[in-house]
């Protein structure tokens, strides 16, 4: 079990650009979430997946962010159009579906210029 | 009203001492508790998870339920330098989980 793992660990791009992130999940989870989080927060639900379907999605997440977890292994999430405030770390987690213990991975921090 | 509430602290505790970290929920219908550990830039650690069915002891860990006024706490005994983080609360409702904004807490030498 080599646990949740995601890539880039770090990106830096400036306003405007679409960015991708890849989430590879524990092996036999099929639950996914995605969460950004920002200093002195907790982390913020985006969307989750149970296997391929994602089955919910924030309402305070913008049309410019779409995941997928097209082969219900990994999953990428996309912004588009990047701006400054989407600056955060995204957490991925997974998880069984019972038990549903969530592990999260290392998190992608992104920072908008 | 937030779904999880946690008293951000700083709580200080000195080493050996027992911390007693709080959490309230909003939904009376929760029934899954979790308890994670964050270090400053690096992403949440799963340390305890309590369901409803009573009270959960793992090592220097304890995560008590108190369904009747919807708090979920965690004690840490025997306090270590290694536990300062940031404790995060999170509940389970609905297929999503709920995090406080989490409690920092410090072990003095």
């Known amino acids: 079990d080599t646990g949740v793992s995601q890539d880039p660990r770090h990106k830096i791009t400036k306003r405007g650009q679409n960015v991708t992130f890849r989430c590879d999940p524990i092996?036999?989870?099929?639950?996914l979430y995605w969460y950004r989080q920002t200093l002195g927060q907790g982390p913020e639900f985006l969307t989750y997946f149970q296997n391929e379907a994602q089955l919910e999605k924030s309402r305070l997440l913008s049309d410019r962010f779409s995941a997928e977890r097209p082969k219900g292994s990994f999953s990428t999430l996309e912004i588009q159009r990047t701006e400054q405030g989407d600056s955060a770390m995204y957490l991925c987690?997974?998880?069984?579906?019972?038990?549903?213990?969530?592990?999260f991975g290392p998190g992608t921090r992104l920072t908008v210029t | 009203q937030k779904e999880v509430e946690q008293n951000s602290g700083p709580l200080s505790v000195p080493e050996g001492a027992i911390a007693s970290l709080n959490c309230t929920y909003s939904?009376?219908?929760?029934?899954?508790f979790f308890w994670y550990r964050q270090y400053s830039g690096k992403s949440p650690e799963l340390i305890m998870f309590?369901?409803?069915?009573g009270d959960k002891e793992d090592g220097r860990f304890t995560a008590q339920l108190n369904k009747a006024s919807q708090y979920v706490s965690l004690l840490i005994r025997d306090s270590q330098p290694s536990d300062s983080a940031t404790y995060l609360c999170a509940v389970y409702i609905g297929n999503q989980f709920y995090f406080g904004t989490g409690t920092s807490l410090t072990v003095i030498p």
């Open positions: 939904d009376r219908g929760s029934q899954s």
């Open positions: 987690a997974s998880s069984l579906t019972s038990p549903y213990e969530q592990y």
């Open positions: 092996s036999e989870h099929n639950r």
């Open positions: 309590i369901y409803s069915n």
